[in-house]
């Protein structure tokens, strides 16, 4: 019997839709980018190569924060770009955003945190969860790239386990006074603006927790010394010190108590972002290194008709594609609504580990070149570990993953 006639008298299509329902759904299988998405990505690759990749090398050197070059990011609106146009914003869906964060990442991945911190866990909480005044006085001049922001949940003793918190937000009526050490701390000296997560109500746990939004002048609040990394060493990693700073009750995000939902519901979306970083920087070193291979001769040859060669850059293209879809996945699922927090988590565990993998083996390919600097190899190596350590480490994905498949 020819096999759609067979299928068609054994298959119940209801059972096949309810099938199809349960595990195909969540799949936008719509791969086509809309023509403002490709605008978007090319703009973005065309600032990495000539604003991001000059100098790129001597910054990750001297640890030096891209200050120039995050001014004009955000004049070109990637600081902001899912917010709203009327709190200053770029309008853009998660999509654009994944597109932009692969393309700056490609060549800067210290540029590409300040753009991730900024717009997702910074201005995505205030413009989703923020008052009006809240987003008046504090998203629009984010969102618009006059300042940026810091995100500051981390602490000596809280980092996977983030419910610890030791920082305190003691009621006082009319504000809260802060104390506590927060830790490793992304544009923790660049920023004008930060969302400090800190416990109120210690016998209710993580539901005593608050998100409240710090100024940088504030008196009592001190900027610790910078951080002296492995790699993203360009951005500015610090700890921070709060000794009775007095903040506002009208700076407090959400209900009393929201802190700790608040900081999840950020990092869902910021796990989004850091996988696009991880996906840059793979696919970063995947095409130096391709470009390499067909430069360098050995044995008389270009490396690339070497069938060493040729099976790295075929492991590393797979894994790419793979990371690119994951990616793309958990952005289409936050545009359209869908839940994203296991799509997001997936995405960021298999880039992390893309990058990881994809960056050692550009290097050997490079050879002895891949070790030193101008071919940026190596940089993008060990900018490529944190993106396995920060917004949740990849063991912190799989509790995330495990606990949604698991929950029903
Ligand atoms: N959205 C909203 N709420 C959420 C949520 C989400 N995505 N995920 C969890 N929650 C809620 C839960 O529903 C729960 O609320 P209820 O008690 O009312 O039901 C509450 O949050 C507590 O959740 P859990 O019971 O799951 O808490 P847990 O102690 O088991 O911890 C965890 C969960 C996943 C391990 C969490 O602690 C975690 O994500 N840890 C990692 C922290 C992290 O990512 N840190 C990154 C630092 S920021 C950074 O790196 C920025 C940078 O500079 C680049």
């Known amino acids: 019997m020819h096999l759609i006639g067979f299928l068609l008298k054994k298959i119940s299509i209801f059972a096949a839709r309810i099938y199809s329902e349960k595990f195909y759904k969540h799949l936008n299988m ?21 604003e991001l990749l000059p100098g790129v090398i001597e910054r990750d050197e001297h640890q ?3 200050a120039e070059q995050i001014k004009k990011l955000g004049e070109l609106g990637f600081l902001g770009m899912m917010v709203d146009p009327k709190y200053g914003g770029s309008g853009m869906d998660t999509v654009s955003y994944v597109l932009a964060m692969e393309e700056i990442s490609k060549v800067d991945a210290s540029a590409s945190v300040v753009m991730s911190v ?31 922001g810091a995100f500051c949940l981390s602490e000596p003793e809280a980092g996977s386990d983030a419910t ?4 305190t937000a003691e009621d006082k009526g009319d504000h809260y006074l802060l104390n506590g050490t927060k830790n490793w701390i992304t544009n923790g000296n660049s920023a004008s603006v930060y969302l400090v997560i800190a416990q109120t109500n210690p016998e209710k746990k993580h539901k005593g927790i608050n998100a ?29 010190m709060f000794t009775d700073v007095k903040v506002p009750k ?39 290194a391709l470009k390499y291979s067909k430069e360098r001769k050995a044995f008389g040859v270009e490396i690339s008709k070497h069938q060493a060669i040729q099976f790295k850059l075929a492991d590393m293209a797979t894994n790419i594609d793979a990371a690119r879809l994951l990616c793309l996945q958990a952005a289409s699922d936050k545009d359209n609504h869908r839940d994203y927090a296991k799509s997001g988590a997936m995405a960021k565990l298999f880039a ?13 390919v490079h050879g002895g070149y891949g070790f030193v600097k101008e ?7 060990r900018d490529a570990k944190i993106t396995q350590i920060y917004e949740g480490t990849s063991e912190i994905q799989k509790i995330v993953i495990s606990r949604e498949l698991l929950k029903n």
Not at 121 to 135: D, F, M, N, R
Not at 272 to 277: H, M, Y
Not at 352 to 364: H, I, L, N, P
């Open 30 to 50: 719509n791969f086509d980018l809309t023509e403002e998405q490709l605008a978007v990505q090319a703009a973005a690759r065309d600032f990495a190569q000539t």
């Open 64 to 66: 030096k924060f891209p």
């Open 118 to 148: 900024n717009n997702s866990l910074v201005c995505w909480g205030l413009e989703k969860y923020g008052t009006e005044e809240q987003k008046q006085k504090y998203l629009k001049p984010l969102a618009s790239g006059e300042i940026i």
């Open 164 to 167: 610890s918190q030791r920082t």
């Open 212 to 240: 409240l939004i710090v100024e940088r002048d504030s008196p009592g609040f001190v900027v610790g010394p910078k951080e002296n990394k492995l790699g993203i060493r360009g951005s500015d990693t610090h700890s921070l």
């Open 250 to 288: 009208e700076n407090r995000i959400g209900e009393d108590g929201f802190g700790f939902k608040f900081a999840m519901a950020v990092l869902a979306g910021g796990r989004i972002g850091i996988a696009a970083q991880a996906l840059g920087i793979a696919s970063g070193a995947y095409e130096l």
């Open 352 to 364: 992390s580990k893309t990058a990881m993998d994809t960056t050692v083996e550009a290097v050997q």
């Open 375 to 381: 071919y940026h190899v190596e940089r993008l190596m």
